[in-house]
């Protein structure tokens, strides 16, 4: 009894330094961008002075609204094309499927830093070469395996008998489609466009290597500043989509359970 007692609380104690671990700097960046003193310098003198700054922060409002306009972009494209190919992987059987499968893995695998660099190179040799496209297409081949696995997973639960009842009852393809198969694998359609929005809005690396000048998404502008001099309205700013990315999780995870029914 003593011995499952203890391991229940150190169980608690073990998950509370893992929640402390993963979210006390967060909670210490947001309490600084309140924080009159730009240095971190204590005590702590309450303000709202930085997050007036940074609406007249030209340069990091324009990054935030590139990267924003991006992240969108990047996972409609994503969910179409990736939930496409994953019914065309689900439904058909042709030669190399095994190995097209296969090969969703590397990309997701593969560091950045060598995918940054390989699609720098591509896009140069093909004239794109660099701007706000070379990222969306950066983004879009970074994002799409992410989704085609999800909802692939997900179809992997998908009765096939339901199609052929549609099917018997009349409906066509695309009525299969869109009144059975598609609300069957929703909950992995907004799994996937979650992966593709955060990797895309995440996304330092591949940015990095295809960003120019006056054309940056915020990581990218984040990390300049930072190499200028670190103000607190990069605490401000990070703060603001730390709040809304909560509130658009919580508001997925109340109107949707991924198991299945809304």
Known sequence: MMTTRMLEWLGRIYIGLLLAFLYLPIIIMALMSFNVSPFYQLPFEWTTEWYASLWQNDQLIAATWNSLEIAVITTIISLVLGSAASLALYRYEFRGKKLLQALLFPPIAIPWLITGTAMLIFFFGVGIGRGLFAILLGHVALALPYVIVVVSARLQTFAPELEEAARSLGANQWQVTMRVTLPWIMPGVIAGGLFAFAVSFD?????????????????????????????????????????????LMLLTARFFKFGGEK
């Open 203 to 247: 996304q330092f690396v591949v940015s990095y290597f295809l960003a120019t000048p006056g054309q940056t998404t915020l990581p990218v502008e984040i990390y300049a500043a930072i190499r200028k001099g670190f103000t607190p309205e990069i605490n401000a700013v990070s703060t603001i989509i730390i709040v809304v990315s909560m509130a």
